[in-house]
């Protein structure tokens, strides 16, 4: 099942996998930016550690990108749905 990618940063501290929301989201950021396809160095070590939080998950940042995420579109909707109190 795809994940909302703005809930990967609440995932991870739930999850006990980061202790603050600034880890949290410069993993997240990893995540987006595997996700749109740049390239990420893997000779660094903080790109490891990002990879291995975010495997935790069960997200692989260095395997391919195959739709681990909503699509905007998709991720619009859960989000309006969410506002308008539908959804948790």
Known sequence: ?????????DMLIE???V?????????ATY???????????FSKSASN?????LRKLGLDI???YEGQFYTDEQSR????QRNSGLVR
């Open 31 to 41: 995540a987006l930016m595997w996700m749109q396809g740049s390239s990420i160095d």
């Open 62 to 64: 260095k395997r391919p």
């Open 77 to 80: 909707g859960i989000i309006a």
């Open 19 to 27: 202790q603050n929301m600034t880890a949290a989201r410069t993993t």
């Open 49 to 53: 550690v990002h990879r291995a939080r």
């Open 1 to 9: 099942m795809p994940v909302l990618w703005l809930d990967l940063p």
């Open 15 to 17: 999850k006990g996998i």
